[in-house]
Protein backbone atom coordinates (compact mmCIF):
# COMPACT_ATOMS: atom_id res chain seq x y z
CA UNK A 1 0.00 0.00 0.00
CA UNK A 2 1.14 3.43 -1.11
CA UNK A 3 2.01 5.94 1.83
CA UNK A 4 -0.75 8.10 0.08
CA UNK A 5 -3.35 5.95 0.51
CA UNK A 6 -2.08 4.72 3.44
CA UNK A 7 -4.93 3.84 6.33
CA UNK A 8 -2.94 2.62 9.44
CA UNK A 9 0.81 3.81 10.14
CA UNK A 10 1.74 0.85 13.20
CA UNK A 11 4.77 2.74 14.29
CA UNK A 12 4.78 4.94 17.26
CA UNK A 13 7.57 6.37 16.22
CA UNK A 14 6.66 7.14 12.49
CA UNK A 15 3.65 8.97 14.48
CA UNK A 16 5.29 10.59 16.97
CA UNK A 17 7.36 12.16 14.30
CA UNK A 18 4.77 13.10 11.77
CA UNK A 19 3.24 14.72 14.64
CA UNK A 20 5.88 16.89 15.96
CA UNK A 21 5.92 18.55 12.68
CA UNK A 22 2.81 20.23 13.46
CA UNK A 23 2.86 23.89 15.74
CA UNK A 24 -0.07 22.99 17.19
CA UNK A 25 -0.31 19.77 18.16
CA UNK A 26 3.88 19.67 19.07
CA UNK A 27 3.20 21.46 22.74
CA UNK A 28 0.90 18.72 23.77
CA UNK A 29 3.22 15.73 22.53
CA UNK A 30 5.49 13.96 25.04
CA UNK A 31 8.90 13.59 24.99
CA UNK A 32 9.35 10.04 23.22
CA UNK A 33 13.03 8.55 21.76
CA UNK A 34 13.96 5.23 20.61
CA UNK A 35 15.57 3.18 23.72
CA UNK A 36 18.93 3.16 24.64
CA UNK A 37 21.31 2.94 27.60
CA UNK A 38 22.45 6.62 27.68
CA UNK A 39 18.81 8.36 26.90
CA UNK A 40 17.18 5.97 29.23
CA UNK A 41 19.48 7.18 31.87
CA UNK A 42 19.21 10.61 30.97
CA UNK A 43 15.42 10.69 30.84
CA UNK A 44 15.16 8.90 34.16
CA UNK A 45 17.18 11.69 35.58
CA UNK A 46 15.33 14.80 34.17
CA UNK A 47 11.71 13.15 34.26
CA UNK A 48 12.14 10.82 37.01
CA UNK A 49 9.78 8.21 35.81
CA UNK A 50 9.53 6.89 32.22
CA UNK A 51 7.34 4.59 29.95
CA UNK A 52 9.17 2.22 27.92
CA UNK A 53 6.89 1.01 25.13
CA UNK A 54 6.58 -0.96 21.98
CA UNK A 55 7.18 0.69 18.46
CA UNK A 56 4.87 -1.72 17.29
CA UNK A 57 2.57 -2.75 19.96
CA UNK A 58 -0.99 -2.52 20.83
CA UNK A 59 -3.44 -2.78 23.61
CA UNK A 60 -0.75 -1.78 26.29
CA UNK A 61 0.85 -5.28 26.07
CA UNK A 62 4.64 -4.76 26.89
CA UNK A 63 4.30 -1.20 28.33
CA UNK A 64 6.76 -1.33 31.45
CA UNK A 65 6.68 1.88 33.53
CA UNK A 66 10.87 2.89 34.88
CA UNK A 67 11.42 5.28 37.45
CA UNK A 68 14.48 6.52 39.70
CA UNK A 69 13.91 6.81 43.38
CA UNK A 70 14.47 9.48 45.43
CA UNK A 71 17.06 6.96 47.57
CA UNK A 72 18.58 6.71 43.99
CA UNK A 73 17.19 3.14 43.28
CA UNK A 74 15.53 2.31 40.11
CA UNK A 75 12.64 0.31 39.48
CA UNK A 76 10.43 -0.77 36.60
CA UNK A 77 6.85 -2.02 37.31
CA UNK A 78 5.47 -4.63 34.10
CA UNK A 79 1.82 -5.79 34.97
CA UNK A 80 1.52 -5.90 38.52
CA UNK A 81 4.98 -7.12 39.16
CA UNK A 82 7.49 -4.44 40.07
CA UNK A 83 11.61 -5.14 40.52
CA UNK A 84 13.67 -2.37 42.32
CA UNK A 85 17.98 -2.45 41.49
CA UNK A 86 20.37 -0.28 43.64
CA UNK A 87 22.26 0.93 40.65
CA UNK A 88 21.57 1.38 36.74
CA UNK A 89 23.38 -0.91 34.55
CA UNK A 90 21.75 -4.04 36.37
CA UNK A 91 18.26 -2.25 36.24
CA UNK A 92 19.08 -1.59 32.46
CA UNK A 93 20.44 -5.33 31.72
CA UNK A 94 16.95 -6.35 33.47
CA UNK A 95 14.94 -4.44 30.72
CA UNK A 96 16.80 -5.76 27.95
CA UNK A 97 16.01 -9.07 29.01
CA UNK A 98 12.29 -8.21 28.95
CA UNK A 99 12.72 -5.84 25.50
CA UNK A 100 14.69 -8.32 23.83
CA UNK A 101 15.45 -7.21 19.87
CA UNK A 102 12.43 -5.95 19.56
CA UNK A 103 12.24 -1.99 18.77
CA UNK A 104 11.48 0.15 22.13
CA UNK A 105 10.70 3.76 22.77
CA UNK A 106 10.77 5.70 26.08
CA UNK A 107 8.08 8.33 26.43
CA UNK A 108 8.12 11.22 29.00
CA UNK A 109 5.97 10.12 32.47
CA UNK A 110 3.12 12.02 33.55
CA UNK A 111 1.38 11.09 36.94
CA UNK A 112 -2.51 10.67 35.72
CA UNK A 113 -5.37 12.23 37.79
CA UNK A 114 -6.88 9.22 39.28
CA UNK A 115 -10.54 8.19 39.75
CA UNK A 116 -11.03 5.97 42.75
CA UNK A 117 -7.63 5.97 43.32
CA UNK A 118 -7.02 4.54 39.97
CA UNK A 119 -5.20 6.00 36.89
CA UNK A 120 -7.52 6.91 33.97
CA UNK A 121 -7.07 8.79 30.32
CA UNK A 122 -9.53 9.69 28.08
CA UNK A 123 -9.82 8.36 24.46
CA UNK A 124 -10.87 10.67 21.72
CA UNK A 125 -12.41 9.34 18.71
CA UNK A 126 -11.76 11.18 15.21
CA UNK A 127 -13.50 10.63 11.87
CA UNK A 128 -14.23 11.83 8.90
CA UNK A 129 -17.21 12.29 6.61
CA UNK A 130 -16.70 11.31 3.08
CA UNK A 131 -14.93 13.98 1.09
CA UNK A 132 -15.88 16.29 3.90
CA UNK A 133 -14.51 17.44 7.92
CA UNK A 134 -12.89 16.11 10.19
CA UNK A 135 -15.10 15.52 13.59
CA UNK A 136 -15.03 14.15 17.12
CA UNK A 137 -17.51 11.81 17.22
CA UNK A 138 -17.22 10.32 21.08
CA UNK A 139 -15.17 10.56 23.83
CA UNK A 140 -14.57 7.58 26.11
CA UNK A 141 -12.79 7.42 29.54
CA UNK A 142 -10.88 4.74 30.49
CA UNK A 143 -9.87 3.79 34.00
CA UNK A 144 -7.06 1.25 34.96
CA UNK A 145 -7.54 -1.42 36.90
CA UNK A 146 -6.04 -1.43 40.44
CA UNK A 147 -2.31 -1.76 40.45
CA UNK A 148 -1.68 -1.66 37.13
CA UNK A 149 0.08 0.96 34.62
CA UNK A 150 -1.92 1.19 31.58
CA UNK A 151 -6.10 1.69 31.14
CA UNK A 152 -6.23 -0.57 27.91
CA UNK A 153 -9.83 -2.36 27.84
CA UNK A 154 -8.04 -5.09 26.96
CA UNK A 155 -5.60 -5.04 29.79
CA UNK A 156 -8.55 -4.86 32.41
CA UNK A 157 -9.40 -1.07 31.84
CA UNK A 158 -12.88 -0.03 32.63
CA UNK A 159 -14.46 2.19 29.86
CA UNK A 160 -16.31 5.10 31.70
CA UNK A 161 -18.46 8.19 30.92
CA UNK A 162 -16.43 10.93 30.59
CA UNK A 163 -18.76 13.75 32.32
CA UNK A 164 -18.38 10.96 35.54
CA UNK A 165 -14.53 11.26 35.37
CA UNK A 166 -14.23 14.78 34.88
CA UNK A 167 -17.09 15.83 37.54
CA UNK A 168 -15.53 14.23 40.11
CA UNK A 169 -12.53 16.80 39.80
CA UNK A 170 -13.64 19.36 37.95
CA UNK A 171 -17.47 21.60 38.09
CA UNK A 172 -19.65 21.87 35.36
CA UNK A 173 -18.02 24.68 33.48
CA UNK A 174 -14.57 23.67 33.47
CA UNK A 175 -15.63 19.63 32.41
CA UNK A 176 -17.30 21.61 29.72
CA UNK A 177 -14.39 23.73 28.81
CA UNK A 178 -11.77 20.40 29.27
CA UNK A 179 -14.67 18.62 26.50
CA UNK A 180 -14.03 21.47 24.13
CA UNK A 181 -10.24 21.46 24.00
CA UNK A 182 -10.44 17.32 23.93
CA UNK A 183 -12.48 17.15 20.78
CA UNK A 184 -10.64 20.41 19.07
CA UNK A 185 -6.81 18.17 19.71
CA UNK A 186 -8.38 15.35 18.45
CA UNK A 187 -9.64 17.22 15.04
CA UNK A 188 -6.18 19.37 14.60
CA UNK A 189 -4.33 16.05 15.10
CA UNK A 190 -6.10 14.13 12.61
CA UNK A 191 -5.97 16.50 9.81
CA UNK A 192 -2.28 16.57 10.27
CA UNK A 193 -1.89 13.11 10.23
CA UNK A 194 -4.38 13.44 7.03
CA UNK A 195 -1.72 15.78 5.22
CA UNK A 196 1.00 12.85 5.39
CA UNK A 197 -1.73 10.27 4.93
CA UNK A 198 -4.81 11.02 2.98
CA UNK A 199 -5.97 7.95 3.31
CA UNK A 200 -6.88 8.27 7.08
CA UNK A 201 -10.57 8.01 8.01
CA UNK A 202 -10.03 7.63 11.69
CA UNK A 203 -8.47 8.20 14.55
CA UNK A 204 -7.86 7.39 18.31
CA UNK A 205 -6.13 10.13 20.55
CA UNK A 206 -5.10 9.06 23.87
CA UNK A 207 -4.98 11.86 25.86
CA UNK A 208 -3.74 12.02 29.96
CA UNK A 209 -3.60 14.36 32.09
CA UNK A 210 -1.25 15.45 34.88
CA UNK A 211 -2.16 17.34 38.07
CA UNK A 212 -2.02 20.51 36.67
CA UNK A 213 -4.76 19.61 34.26
CA UNK A 214 -2.44 20.20 31.52
CA UNK A 215 -3.83 17.48 28.62
CA UNK A 216 -0.95 15.10 27.11
CA UNK A 217 -0.88 13.18 24.29
CA UNK A 218 -0.02 9.77 25.04
CA UNK A 219 -0.77 7.86 21.43
CA UNK A 220 -1.93 7.79 18.22
CA UNK A 221 -4.07 5.08 17.01
CA UNK A 222 -5.26 4.51 13.69
CA UNK A 223 -7.06 1.53 13.69
CA UNK A 224 -9.16 2.52 17.36
CA UNK A 225 -11.35 0.10 18.30
CA UNK A 226 -15.25 1.76 17.88
CA UNK A 227 -17.05 -1.02 19.94
CA UNK A 228 -15.31 0.21 23.51
CA UNK A 229 -18.47 2.98 23.08
CA UNK A 230 -20.99 0.18 23.10
CA UNK A 231 -19.47 -0.25 27.05
CA UNK A 232 -21.13 3.33 27.44
CA UNK A 233 -24.66 3.44 28.87
CA UNK A 234 -25.14 6.24 26.51
CA UNK A 235 -25.60 4.57 23.13
CA UNK A 236 -26.00 7.59 21.02
CA UNK A 237 -22.24 7.93 21.08
CA UNK A 238 -21.69 4.44 19.96
CA UNK A 239 -23.87 4.59 16.71
CA UNK A 240 -23.00 8.15 15.75
CA UNK A 241 -19.20 6.13 15.34
CA UNK A 242 -20.85 3.48 13.40
CA UNK A 243 -22.66 5.56 11.66
CA UNK A 244 -19.16 7.56 10.15
CA UNK A 245 -17.85 3.73 9.39
CA UNK A 246 -20.50 2.77 7.39
CA UNK A 247 -20.49 5.81 5.51
CA UNK A 248 -17.13 5.11 4.10
CA UNK A 249 -18.19 1.27 3.24
Do not use: C
Amino acid sequence: MGEKNRTAVVSKWIKTKVLLGSKEVRPFMLDTRKISKSDLKEMLKSYRMVYVKPENGTHGKGVIRAEQLENGDYTYQVETVKKTFSSYDPFYQSLQKLTGKRSYLIQKGIHLVKYHKRRFDIRVMVQRRPGGDWEATGLIGRVAREGKIVTNYHSGGTPMDVKTLLGAHLNERETAKVIQSLNKLGVTTAKHLHKKYPGFRQIGLDIGFDRTWTPWIIEVNTMPDPYIFNQLKDKSIFRKVMKFRQAWK
